[in-house]
């Protein structure tokens, strides 16, 4: 699931080492570093090594890991791999609370009806890895299929991506 967005996306970034700790999961899922494809396997690689992936979830691997991770009051034992996003599932419904925290705006839209909550903010030019493909953001969404948890990820989203969800949008959700 993960390494099929290899290809398309193997021109982002920099060759990261694999985390030291648990709390480099939280790090990336604030964006430190910016969201690349290779940070992000070799996050995947790390986790892999310490957990196996819950795949019940069609569009995401999650990691439990036994140690407790998180910074700043938001607490977590899951690391989320979601199509272009590396993040962590925090206890309870804190989208909010991670919007005031991190500074993030109410989104647009609702991600084609998958979040009930959601905010983000888009890194500053000179974090942006590679602009002229897409946008890298700090996203927090509550969502009913995520059921006492928020996530908190680094997202990327193409050009192209973000052209059709502009359209969705423009369209009335139809």
């Given at each position: 699931m993960f390494r099929s967005h290899v290809p398309a996306l193997a021109l982002l970034g920099t060759v990261l080492p694999a985390p030291a700790s648990a709390n480099a999961f939280?790090?990336?899922?604030?964006?430190?570093?910016?969201?690349t494809m290779e940070s992000a396997t070799a996050l995947y690689e790390a986790?892999?090594?310490?957990?196996?992936?819950?795949?019940?979830?069609?569009?995401?691997?999650?990691?439990?890991?036994?140690?407790?991770?998180?910074?700043?009051?938001?607490k977590?034992?899951?690391v989320v791999f979601a199509g272009t996003a590396t993040g962590v599932l925090i206890e309870g419904l804190r989208a909010d609370a991670l919007a005031e925290h991190y500074q993030l705006t109410k989104e647009r839209s609702s991600v084609f009806g998958t979040s009930s909550k959601g905010y983000a903010r888009a890194l500053p030019p000179e974090q942006q890895p590679q602009s002229d493909m897409g946008t890298v953001s700090i996203v927090a969404r509550e969502s009913p299929s995520l059921p006492g948890k928020t996530l908190l990820a680094c997202e990327f989203v193409s050009k192209a991506d973000q052209a059709a969800l502009d359209a969705f949008a423009r369209s009335g959700g139809k």
């Open positions: 939280y790090d990336a899922a604030i964006c430190k570093p910016p969201y986790a892999e090594k310490r957990a196996k992936p819950d795949t019940s979830m069609l569009t995401a691997y999650v990691y439990t890991l036994a140690e407790e991770l998180g910074q700043d009051g938001f977590t034992r899951q």
